[in-house]
């Protein structure tokens, strides 16, 4: 499993014993992997929200969420105000080691959604994989089994993906964003994994480009 490391040119000196309150910003790069952007989810998906959340918790899904928010903007990458960014999230300033700031992105590392990638800069998955199978045995007895269902291969019929397409349309041209599109069709009775392409598919439409 990968861990930050604890090295002095670690972004925000998370692991220093006397790190300051307040540091320079740090570069936020996308880490590029073609396999986990293919088959992941979105960071601000109800798969994230409802089973990464238990293990990551709240501080760390709220900071890739902003970050996934971000990238959407500037998809190669910018610089991240580390206290600006911890207060904005209602966790304070960055404080001790163990602020919960800190905290949140050592989480991250820890179930490699963020690495070191240099002096003063941290990659960042634009996608979040499926949760493996040795962290979804972590999750209470009602989410693995709920996870099996989300998860179970299924043929997914024309009609099937046409009819949640057109209503995933539908929603986005009256406002919704992806995420917003996808609750609407999971509560429609649309099975989850189509329900997340069908919410990717209908938000990406040329015709609702201003």
Known sequence: MTTLPDAPELPIALASRHAPE???????????????????????????????????????????????????????????????????????????????????????????????AGPGVLAVRRAVPPIPLRHVARLPVSLQEDHARWTEPRPVMAFERRRARLLGLDLAVLGHDRGGVERHLLRWGIHPALAYESAGWASSRPALAP
């Open 22 to 116: 307040r540091l320079g910003p740090v570069t936020i790069l996308p880490w590029e992997d073609l396999t986990v952007e293919a088959t992941g989810f979105d960071p601000r998906s109800t798969y994230v929200e409802r089973f990464w959340l238990p293990l990551l918790g709240p501080s760390a899904c709220w900071l890739v969420r902003r970050i996934a928010d971000r990238f959407d903007t500037h998809p190669d990458g910018f610089d991240l105000d580390l206290d600006e960014t911890a207060r904005s999230l209602g966790l304070g300033g960055l404080g001790s080691r163990h602020s919960p700031f800190r905290r949140a992105i050592l989480r991250c590392g820890r179930y490699e959604l963020a690495r070191h």
